[in-house]
């Protein structure tokens, strides 16, 4: 178990990264001490990771959890919760809303378009979780504290009216993943050979983009193109989509080794 200083001199390599740390474990220590459930704002895929490592470190993963509102969500919140709760009752008690945002037939409103109207009212990213976009219009998770802001501000999207209302969070319209299963062959299991086939984009691509910080490895972000992929993992690639590995088997007469996915579209 590492101290509050370790943790951010091991994995804080800017001020703001230093910032979130502090903010996570000091909730993570007003729990053990205080004895009720606390909480971090909405986190990146990115925020995600770097917070994930602190909890192992500070040994508090038996009393932590990342929740979103629904499994598989890529933005949630970091909940510490005392010994009197499990993880269930945990994440019911976690401060999240649902708000579903209701527009015409006859609109066409994407993710941007509903994010967009959300930064316009001048809130903060990091208190708005996933918005998943449905025929209807979209379920978008925030905090509570903001909940009845956004229900008060919040009636266009992309220039066309929109009308909001607050749902229970088991109401969520979860869309599930439709899930394309592929195969193909790679000169080998780097991850920017994978990316490249999976993704159907060219290992040029695939280089540029792991070096930007938009490639990740199970929600983890990946800066390293020969890092090695496994049965398993899952990728994701910054507006282009997720994956999963489902196996490696054989080589072809030329030594490329195969390999099956399955493609969130």
Known sequence: MKSKNEILNALGSTGEERLLLAGLL?????????????????????????CAEAVRLCGATGHALFWGGYEDAERGIYVFYPDYLDE??????????????????????THRDYLGALMGLQ?????VGDILVHDEG???LVLEDMAEFILLHFAKAGRKQISLT?????????????????????ASPRLDSVAALVFGISRKSAQER???GLVFVNHAPCLKPERLIGEGDKLTVRGIGRARIVAFG??????RLFLEFVKNV
Do not use: N, W
Request: hydrophobic letters at 30%; glycine letters at 6%; proline letters at 4%.
């Open 26 to 50: 000091d909730k993570e220590q007003t729990c053990a001490t205080r004895g009720y459930l606390t909480h971090t704002k909405f986190l990146s895929m990115s925020e995600r990771a770097l």
């Open 88 to 109: 269930e009752s945990a994440k019911q008690a976690a401060p999240l809303a649902l708000l579903r945002a209701h527009k015409r037939k006859e609109d066409t409103l």
């Open 123 to 127: 809130i903060d990213r990091s208190v």
């Open 138 to 140: 979209a379920d978008i």
């Open 166 to 186: 607050r749902e229970p969070l088991e109401a969520l319209r979860c869309r599930p993943a439709q899930e394309i299963e592929g195969s193909g062959s790679v």
């Open 210 to 212: 792991i070096e930007k």
């Open 250 to 255: 054989g080589t072809s007469r030329k030594g």
